[in-house]
């Protein structure tokens, strides 16, 4: 019924930036809450950022300052912009959003999409 697609990963020096973009399509009635987690090897998932339908934005202590979360919803999209990545930043980053659909309302989630920081 819905699906939240990514893009943007990819390898980046450290210092570099990368912007991540999540669409979400398909028969969908609302959009409420939109975000981004992410999980390393060996670590458990954790938020990076999130953005409420009115625009209120919530980061991560350890990305506050570096990343910058938005959204369009003329296009079902929201974006997570990365400066001054470190290395510590390697993960894959998923998309979550809140849902409306015709069955009623979920959290749908993107395939995920590596972030890798190196030199």
């Known amino acids: 019924q819905a699906q939240l697609v990514e893009s943007g990963g990819g390898l980046v020096q450290p210092g570099g930036s990368l912007r991540l973009s999540c669409a979400a399509s398909?028969?969908?009635?609302?959009?409420?809450?939109m975000g981004w987690y992410r999980q390393a090897p060996g670590e458990q998932r954790e938020l990076v950022a999130a953005i409420s339908r009115v625009g209120w934005t919530t980061y991560a202590d350890s990305v506050k300052g570096r990343f910058t979360i938005s959204r369009d919803s003329t296009k079902n999209t929201v974006y997570l912009q990365m400066n001054s990545l470190k290395p510590e930043d390697t993960a894959v980053y998923y998309c979550?959003?809140?849902?409306?659909?015709?069955?009623?309302?979920?959290?749908?989630w993107g395939q995920g999409t590596q972030v890798t920081v190196s030199s």
């Open positions: 979550t959003a809140d849902l409306r659909v015709a069955t009623g309302r979920n959290d749908y």
């Open positions: 398909g028969n969908i009635f609302d959009i409420y809450r």
